[in-house]
């Protein structure tokens, strides 16, 4: 079916005229786009990860940002914003959607997280202010502290005027799905505020296996991980609970969309076998690939490859998706050129550059 789409769309594309082809690129060119992964730092929190030992659950966090620092591009690209605008400019991208890179305040002690948060989030609000339709944000808060973070979640919305909040997958080797995170998780469905999960090193209880050949980060553990946390999040009926919880996955959804077929049939299989309690699974009021496609928006970070998303289109449409290039970890020219070839319809291009984003995040552009 996707290579009979392509053949046809392929086809189409050949028969328009040269003049309409060349008017086509203009306007491809000038279509706006809105990068929705886009990470940044700040000294303040740079410094304060000095202060997380270098032994102990958080080491991983702690060699990876040594690692980070190691690359001038990466390094360069969290901090320069002017940097960060020639490089958006050069490539045709009109907004970056900010958030804390990993780990963001999660490998703090609960007042220290708390405190940096609130830091990091003033700071967001004051570049977006400088830089008037160029920088949306998404908000940092601790989940070590819910009702703190449920508080500053609120605060950032509703004073500081950001765009949702980014959570770096698990939090002291918990994740989002325990009763205790309800008030993060009610307090952004209340708002209407998106919650992107991010990756990080797969969590201190599954990372032994990911600690060889490299599999530890986003080769492979950052999916591993992250989307074990959204099938959490689906199988532990927080979506049930909180029917409107948004929730943003980066690089394609992290593989759960391809495992649609055999997570509902599994499902059922298990309720048809009467051993649904034996195994832990809950009772949930509709199939849990439902969820996905009405509670959970996927954006394109880190997977420019024209046959995923041919992929993900099919099943899911272009409605659910968003243009997203994982700055400063990839190449925006590339995920640029990724998002301006795809044989894709125009209104489904549209969607994916900037439409979608625009009403999840409620992102206004400037007049």
Known sequence: MLTSR?????????????????????EEKRMFKIATEEAFAIPEWQEAMREVPQEGPEAN?????RFVQSVDDWRIGLTNFAHRLSVMDACGVDMHLLSLTTPGVQSFQPDRASEIARIVNDRLAQIIAEHPG????????????????????????????LNGVLINSYTNDEYLDLPK??????????????????????SPSMVNPYSSYGLIGALWGFAADTGLHAMRLIMSGVFDRHPNLIVVLGHMGEGIPYWFWRIDNM???????????????????RLPSEYFKTNIYMTTSGMNSHANLDF?????GSERIMFAIDYPYES?????KFLETALI??????????RTAEKVFRIKRAI
């Open 61 to 65: 966090e702690v060699r990876f940002l």
């Open 6 to 26: 392509r053949a046809i769309l392929t086809a189409a594309a050949a028969a328009i005229p040269a003049a309409v082809l060349a008017r086509t690129k203009k």
């Open 267 to 285: 499902y059922h299989k298990y309720n048809d076998l009467g051993a649904t309690a034996a195994i832990g699974i809950k009772p949930l009021k």
């Open 332 to 336: 925006s020219e590339q995920s640029v």
């Open 181 to 202: 995170y309800d008030p993060i998780l009610e307090t952004a469905a209340r708002l209407g505020a998106p919650l992107y999960i991010h990756p990080r090193t797969p």
């Open 345 to 354: 319809s125009e209104q489904e291009r549209e969607n994916i550059a900037y």
């Open 312 to 316: 993900a289109i099919k099943l899911l």
């Open 134 to 161: 160029r920088f949306a944000g998404l908000a940092t808060v601790a989940p070590q502290q819910p009702i703190v973070a449920a508080r500053e979640l609120e605060r950032a919305i509703t004073e500081l005027g």
